[in-house]
């Protein structure tokens, strides 16, 4: 009986709601999983910084900036909480991965194969970036490493390939570290697509670009797949989904305002 009571307190401690209202699996608060991800986030690209394959090209990481800065104060606005964020982004020169992914706590990073391959427009650029944002803002960092360490993955001791080399992480960091591994649910996807789109329309970028980004990434995973992919499913019906929600930001794309920034590491 005390065994009954105990399991149900605990499934029940760890019920939390996202921004859009879904009820998330959480044993991480979303304080924790922000100390955890920094820490894994150090550990995954200290040995690429040794390397020399991080912020290699003073020009695209520019850009990115440019435009993450943007997008992310459009976040803040949306969450104010976020203000306190160690917003940052670094760019990992691996021209053969198509990839991106946020850690919470908006700890980003973004693969020069995704800009040398799919070649995207700074309004395409834009719906990748706010779309990894609004996965730190939907706390799916959290309920990743959540669904890790419950799984008992995040709890074993195991060493993550970053570029051929190894890095060792036990615990909360290695959850973390799981997290922007381990394939995103549809829920997930979906929050983050309909997040994101607003986001990107909101700081000034063509909503209309969701769909032909996804339509290149689509074209692209014809041969061998990207690694974005593994991570962010793909449904047939995203592209569409995508288009239809377009026209509901337009007016958000359009408005003659100001489109504030927001600093950005």
Known sequence: MKLAVLILTFILTACSTSPTGRSQFLLFSEESAIASSRQAYTQLLTPLAEEGKIDTDPKLKARVKRITSRIVAQAVIMRPETKKWDWEIKIIDDPETVNAWAMAGGKMALYTGLVKQLKPSDDELAQVIAHEISHALAKH?????????????????????TDQKAVAMTGASLAAALAITLPNSRVMESEADRIGIELAAKAGYDPRAAATLWNKMGKLGNGSPPQFLSTHPN??????TLRRL???MMPYYTAKVKRPTFPVK
Request: aromatic residues 0%.
């Open 246 to 248: 377009a026209p509901e």
């Open 141 to 161: 960092s959290a309920e990743k490493m959540s669904i890790a360490t419950a799984s008992q993955v995040g709890v074993m001791a195991v060493g993550i390939a």
């Open 235 to 240: 449904p047939s019906t995203r592209e569409s």
